[in-house]
Every structure is written in C-alpha cells, then in structure tokens.
C-alpha cells in the first residue's frame, strides 16, 4: 500500500463515482478500477460497493476513512518537513554561547533568525568558549558564539562579528574611579581578579598580555571564569579586573568602569561566531547568514 492508493481511496469516497472520480485524479477510469481493486485486496476487506445506483462505502470503507484522511495529512507534513529541513526552513539548530553574547549579540541575531525562519527551534546552551568549542567539534552543537582569542582545533572555524578592548572594572570607593586619565601601566601594584586558564584561557592570556605589552605581569589575587563573577568580586572589593568594555551595559553601583588611555591596538579581543564546517546543516548556516547579515559593517558615508 502507498498513499497513491489512499488518495485514490479518498477522492472516490467523496465524489461515490468512478468516472467523477478518475477525472479529479488526472487518470482513466479502469486504472482506477483496478488500483482500488487492489487496495481492498491489501486490507482483506471490501471497501465500495459497486451498483446500478452508483458507489457506497461499506462499513469497513466508512470506519476506515477518518483513519485515510490523518494518514494523507502526516504523509504531506512529513513531505513537507523534509523539504524545510533541507532547506534549513524547518528542523533544530543547537546554539551554544558565552554569557557576554546575551548584552548584544543574540538580541540582534535571534529575532531576525526567527522572523526569517519561524520554522527553526533554537536551542540556546549557555557555556565557557572552551566548552562550546569541543561541542562543536563533537557535533554536539551547531553553532557557537564564543570569545576570542580562543584556542581551536582544526575542524572548527571562526567568523569575527564585534571587537572590543578591554576596561578597567574597580570598586567605586579605590583611588583609581576618582582619577580622570588612567593608564593599564598605572595597574602596575594593584590586586588584580582574573580569568582562570582552563574556562577561560583566551580572555585571560589577552588580559596578561595587554598588561606585559605595557611593562609588568599582573599580581593574580583571585580568578572566575564569567565575567559577571569578575565584576561581583571587585564589588566585594578583592581587587581591579579587567573587563570587556560591552559589561558597561550593565552597570553595578558600587563598580566603576574606566577606559585605558595607553590599551595596546593590538591587544583587542572580540566575539566570533563558531562552526564546524565538516558537521554544518542547512539550518546552522542560515543562522550564520543571518548573524553575517546583522553584525555587516556599515559603509562609510
């Protein structure tokens, strides 16, 4: 049985005419006859009564029509999820992210992805860049928005969307929020709260090294892996940190932040959009269209 014969079974129900019926399918009539002929044999019972009055359902054909009628339905909705699945219009696309993408980067990707492609789940996962790197490679996600510099292997690719430096996070009550001009060399003694090496190995290795650039190593007094966790401790005044400049999106009373005047150019860090593309679906490279799409420079005027 294929849904053909379904088909067939369901428009000859409704018009209770062979010729009537034969038209509406674009076919002859004795195909039809012998098509419907065979369906009854594949279930064992009759499912028309064929008269000089015409055609009529026979209770096996009446009880089975409802059942005829859902199984047309889901053979045309799988039909049509398979076509939207390839074309990345349908299906689920894992995202995983860094806590800092939620100030600016998926609010102006999700909702042009979804007006785009209301058909497409998105399972957002929230994780260190590490981690969202190794489920990429793993295929465990599809697509990643992570922080960079971030070690990477070779099956993984990145595409850059923003670029930032790095500010000086400290407690409103240090010396440092009532200077007006201050440099990361002027950092020099102060306790410094900073990125661990295994969650967060790029923002740490970018933070030494914009502090080595400009002449000393910093005094390490504690270490968190979120950015959040960085801003909370200096709050609890166990030190300076620093930060990427998007955390100034959400201030806390009691932390000031403060733009370095002397931050090398070449000591930037950013957020890029990670894939693989060895595992990549449809669905995940819209997604990656579309966040291109959305952090697009703007042309010079």
């Known amino acids: 049985m294929d849904f053909r014969h379904l088909q067939q079974f369901l428009v000859l129900a409704d018009t209770l005419n062979f010729h009537r019926a034969a038209e509406k399918l674009h076919m002859s009539q004795p195909p039809l006859s012998v098509s419907i002929r065979k369906l009854e044999e594949m279930v064992g019972v009759p499912l028309f009564v064929r008269g000089r009055q015409g055609v009529q359902l026979t209770e096996a054909g009446l ?31 894992r995202v995983g992210f860094v806590g800092s993408a939620t100030h600016a980067i998926l609010p102006r990707v999700l909702p042009l992805f979804r007006q785009r492609y209301p058909g497409v789940t998105v399972v957002l996962r929230e994780a260190t860049s590490i981690r969202i790197m190794q489920d990429l490679a793993e295929d465990a996600l599809e697509v ?9 292997g070779s099956s993984v690719r990145l595409a850059p969307l923003t670029t930032e430096n790095f500010v000086l996070a400290v407690h409103k009550s240090h010396a440092l929020a009532r200077r007006g001009r201050i440099r990361l060399a002027d950092l020099a003694d102060e ?21 080595q650039l400009r002449g000393f190593s910093p005094r390490i007094a504690q270490e968190a892996v979120q950015v959040q966790t960085l801003l909370s401790l200096v709050e609890s005044g166990l030190g300076v940190a620093l930060v990427p400049a998007g955390a100034r999106r959400h201030p806390s009373p009691n932390v000031v932040t403060k733009t370095l005047a002397d931050f090398p150019a070449d000591a930037s860090i950013g957020i890029s959009l990670a894939w693989n593309p060895a595992a990549e679906r449809s669905a995940a490279r819209n997604l990656r269209e579309v966040a291109a799409h959305a952090f697009r420079p703007k042309p010079a005027n």
């Open 191 to 211: 306790a410094f709260i900073m990125y661990t090496a295994t969650e967060a190995a790029g923002l740490r290795m970018a933070a030494i090294n914009a502090c």
């Open 144 to 152: 990643g928005i992570v922080r960079v510099p971030v070690a990477m």
């Open 63 to 93: 009880a089975a029509l409802d059942e005829a009628r859902r199984a047309l339905f889901h053979a045309e909705q799988f039909r049509l999820a398979a076509r939207a699945g390839a074309a990345g219009e349908g299906g689920t696309v």
